[in-house]
């Protein structure tokens, strides 16, 4: 008998266990949710360093400036919310964090679609943060760039953002380059189009370049980890090829995408024909994430198609139809 298939740890699972660990390492690390305790793994720390963990209740507000005060007392908080529900203490990160410049860690849970429908998707968080100076945003491709993220955000001295889904965390297919301020990793060289993906897009990104390259189309596919500070010289080394595809599991308005695009034109760059890819500009309804993601075509032949189709390549006959 085969060895029996490896378990593939929740993102949630991944952060809680490493913040764990960090912070045995580090008494002033500290974690603080608001009444999420058991949905952003904080209550493992919980657990296990009872003093330096706080669950405030039912008040981001409060968390978000409790953040805060706890960073100008020497500490180093790790606040862990669903992305959705910081958009509660948007005034408390204005004031609080980004004009103090405090040193916080924003660790945003549910980053994504979600199964808990319109209330819980996390479609907006790269927005509403980017818009305001002092913010660092990050997202983790697989279970070991979170992790490497994690100690590399717990270093940072200002105010910086990861964002990850619920849902499985897979490990990276090899060794991973370090982690450095606002450095994408281009995984793949291509020369017919540019596929920029940020977190949860970066797999799928793989997976339909594959799709492609049976179609005859090399793609360059760029893991970029963060979408503030954007690489600008990787992404002018994208916006060579014919076509840049942008993704993001977040809404296009003011995403990733957007500030790929604004980069390219802030350095006077040639911003080459451009397909935006996100989740669509509605509110998006209760279901399977799975099921979610397949429906608004966030899988590989599904994005090989619209991807082909704006390079003008013809169609895959089905295969009922061929010979």
């Known amino acids: 008998m085969g060895a029996p298939p490896r378990k593939v740890p929740p993102y949630t699972d991944v952060f809680a266990e490493h913040l764990v660990r960090r912070a045995q390492d580090e008494a002033r690390i500290v974690g603080v949710t608001a009444a999420m305790a058991d949905g952003t793994g904080l209550q493992k720390l919980k657990d296990a360093l009872p003093g330096q963990c706080f669950d405030v209740g039912i008040c981001e507000q409060h968390a978000v400036a409790f953040a805060g005060g706890l960073a100008k007392g020497g500490r180093i908080p790790v606040v862990a919310i ?149 690489d600008k010289a990787t992404m002018a080394a994208a916006a060579q090829t014919p076509l840049l595809v942008t993704l993001e599991e977040h809404t296009v308005h003011g995403g990733f995408g957007a500030a790929v695009l604004e980069a390219l034109a802030e350095q006077g760059q040639r911003v080459p024909p451009s397909l935006l890819i996100g989740v669509p500009d509605r509110f998006i309804e209760h279901g399977a994430r799975a099921k979610l993601l397949e429906r608004i075509g966030f899988t590989p032949a599904a994005l090989a198609d619209r991807i082909a189709a704006a390079l003008g390549v013809p169609a895959v006959e089905p295969r009922a139809l061929r010979r």
């Open 82 to 230: 669903y992305s959705t529900f910081l958009q509660r203490g948007y005034d408390q990160l204005f004031q609080e964090l980004l004009i103090q410049n405090a040193r916080v860690v924003l660790a945003l849970d549910r980053a994504g679609l979600v199964d808990d429908g319109a209330t819980h998707h996390g479609l907006f968080d790269i927005a509403y943060l980017r818009a305001m100076p002092n913010t660092v945003l990050m997202a983790p491709a697989n279970a070991d760039e979170l992790t490497a993220m994690l100690d590399f955000a717990l270093r940072h001295p200002g105010p910086i953002a990861l964002r990850y889904p619920r849902d499985a965390a897979p490990a990276a297919p090899g060794p991973i380059e370090p982690i450095e301020l606002g450095r994408a990793v281009t995984l793949r060289e291509g020369r017919d189009v540019s596929l920029v993906a940020y977190g949860t897009m970066v797999e799928l990104a793989l997976a339909a370049a594959d799709r492609l390259a049976e179609r005859g189309v090399e793609a360059m596919v760029v893991n970029a980890r963060f979408a503030k500070p954007i």
